[in-house]
Structures are given as C-alpha cells and as structure tokens.
C-alpha cells in the first residue's frame, strides 16, 4: 500500500580502493554539541571505566554503525573488498527495528529491482542477507560511544570494543509525528492505513487518488508535499496550528496560488477516524476552541526529522538541525577515517535509493583510506 524512500547518494571512484565499513546503530544519548567537549570527555571516561565488564574486543579494519541501505550497501562494497567490516545494526535503536525506516512501511514501488514492489521487511532482510553472504560480522547491538580521539578508532557497546581503523556511520534519522487518538500503529491507530510521514514516498498509493488530503506542518517541507499531493488528491489542506506559516514567502506563495490547496491555520489535528482505513480527521480550531470533523482519506506529517547523530557526542561537526556534515559530492566528515553515509548526513533527499548510492561512495572512501594506512601515508 505504501512505498517508503530514503536518503541519498551518489558514485564515487578511487584508485587502488579497498573498503572498510563499520555498520551499528544509534544511541537514546542526549544531543551534545561541537562545543560540548566536556561532556564528551566524561562521557568517554565513563566508558573506558567499564571495559572491565566486557565481554568481548574485536579489530576490524571497518567497522559500520546503521541497519538501513546505506549501512547494508557500504557493507556489501567492504566485504567484497575483503575488508571485514563489522557491522553494529542496534537493539531497538531509536525504537526502530534493524533495518530502519523501510521496516515501518509495507509496499516499497520506487526500489529498482522489484517491479511489483517489495514490502519494506523483505527488502531490508535481503539488504541484510546480501551483506552476511559476503562476509559481513553483524551485531544486533547498539553502539554507545565511539573514541575518535585517537587512531584507530574505539567503538563502544554495552558487550563489545571494536578498534578499527576506519568508520562509517550510517544510523539515519527518523521522521517526527504528532500523537493523538488514531495516529499510532496496531488496530487502534492508522498508520501506513492513511497516515504516512513521506509524501513523496506514498503519495501515489491508490487510496489517495482523487481523495481528501491533509498535510501537518509550516515550513517549506510542508509546501512542497501539499503541492506534490495535488497531482493525486481531490483537494489538500495544509494544517498548522499557528496564524504564520515558517515557510519562505516564495514557497507560501506557490502553495496559495495552487487551487487545490487551502490552508488551515490556527488549527490542529486531535483525532483521526475510521474503518480499515483512514476516514476522517477532527480539527481543532485553537482561536475559537471549536472541533469540526472532516472527511479524509490521507494525512501527511512534515514537521521535520531528527537525525541519528545523539550518541556521537559533540565529536564531529553538525549543522543547526544535528545533521553530520560532510563535504560536498563525498562522505568526508569533520574527523579523518571517519565517513557518514545516508539520511544522517542528507537533510533533503532522504530517499532508499539515494542513502544507498551515498553508501557505496562511504565504502570506496573507507577503502582508499584504510589502503593508505596500509600504505604507510595516514
């Protein structure tokens, strides 16, 4: 029924490559910032305290923390390079299963390869499958702290230290929603049965052909998936719970001229409705404290992601919104041997596809500089 995206990518060549991948998870730590180096060294010194109760150190020349497509297509590209690589995949990371967003979706159509789609577990499973057959070591454990103070690098979980020589992150970000009555997953709720946080992802599903839409949000992202809705909806309203959109005025202006779409300002979702499917929404109006129930058969959260970037604790460089920062047409982070791959460096694209290019690029990177290692340059 609904087709999931995701992140970003690209190609990217280098002579004499060799791949190393590090593939885990994220962590529930709490955001720190670049210049939050205190706590990033108490935090390290707490870990370091507890090596005594470990069970277990392991040396890779790879090592991958994420589940998705680009954790599972960097590990693909460094064990075929004969790498190694390590990948940690999480226990519940971000409280997602291993496999990340695709695991929360049902019908993938926009995945090559499976011309009558694919249902989101069965392509994370064969990203999986695909990376253990050629060598991969997977961890379903979550990693809790990297030491990127030193070389090679110190990867912490709850069980394990891994040194490694080279790291990939690949932990992604998960899309925000709103909670009220019918928003959740299971019989009481309509999500993926009407509710969805990707427009562009689902948008085309047959139940929301020539029907109601609704999309929550203010800001550009808003604007851009109202207006990429109309293509299949009858009418799509824009739902805000303010009087001012944040949205650039040139956004605003293209949606208010798009005669599918109306605004509902000053007006929140509080309750969705229906059978098997979503049906309706009941509004709040929050100048006149009024309720109106309106028919809808689609809704759309476009309120933003929060990236996967918690548990790195200050120790590479993030935008404003904690996206990993990499420059541009590579996977380079702020720290050397340290690459990031799929959505939690790509605040725009977000898309399977374009997280798996970006893991291929991470992995040839990995490579060149675990070969220079090697090579006695680095």
């Known amino acids: 029924m609904f087709s999931r995206c995701f992140q970003w990518g690209a190609s990217f060549i280098f002579k004499n490559n060799r791949s190393l991948a590090l593939a885990g998870s994220l962590s529930s730590v709490s955001l720190s910032s670049i210049s939050n180096s205190t706590t990033s060294t108490v935090a390290f010194q707490a870990q370091r305290s507890s090596l005594s109760t470990m069970t277990e150190t392991l040396r890779t020349k790879v090592c991958i923390v994420g589940s998705g497509p680009a954790a599972h297509t960097a590990a693909i590209y460094c064990a075929r390079a004969e790498l190694n690589p390590i990948l940690f995949e999480g226990f519940l990371a971000n409280n997602i299963a291993p496999g990340g967003q695709l695991t929360t979706t049902t019908d993938v159509e926009n995945f090559p390869g499976f011309p009558d789609g694919v249902l989101g577990q069965e392509l994370t499973q064969k990203f999986r499958d695909q990376s253990e057959k050629y060598g991969t070591q997977i961890f379903t454990e979550t990693v809790t702290h990297i030491d990127m103070s030193e070389r090679p690098f110190k990867v912490y979980t709850n069980d394990k230290l891994v040194i490694a020589d080279s790291v990939i992150i690949a932990t992604g970000a998960v899309a925000k929603r709103l909670e009220f009555p019918g928003s959740g997953e299971g019989s009481e709720g309509f999500w993926q049965r009407g509710i969805s946080a990707c427009a562009v992802c689902d948008g085309a599903a047959p139940i929301f052909r020539n029907k109601p839409l609704f999309v929550i949000g203010g800001g550009d992202s808003a604007m851009e998936e109202a207006i990429f809705l109309t293509r299949y909806g009858s009418k799509v309203y824009i739902v805000h719970r303010r009087d001012e959109l944040r949205a650039s005025k040139i956004m605003q202006q293209r949606a208010l001229a798009h005669e599918k779409v109306e605004f509902l300002l000053s007006h929140e979702v509080v309750e969705a409705k229906g059978d098997n499917l979503l049906q309706s929404l009941v509004l709040h109006n929050n100048k006149t404290g009024e309720n109106v129930e309106m028919a809808a058969n689609g809704l759309f959260f476009a309120i933003g992601h929060t990236p996967a970037s ?47 290019g970006t893991g ?12 220079l290692i090697e090579e006695g340059e680095q």
């Open 310 to 356: 918690s548990f790195l604790d200050g120790q590479l460089k993030l935008d404003e919104q904690n996206y990993i920062i990499t420059t541009p047409g590579t996977t380079e982070t702020s720290v050397d041997g340290v690459f990031a791959c799929g959505d939690v460096q790509d605040r725009r694209w977000r898309q399977a596809i374009t997280a798996a």
């Open 360 to 371: 291929c690029m991470a992995a040839l990177q990995a490579e060149h500089y675990v070969s």
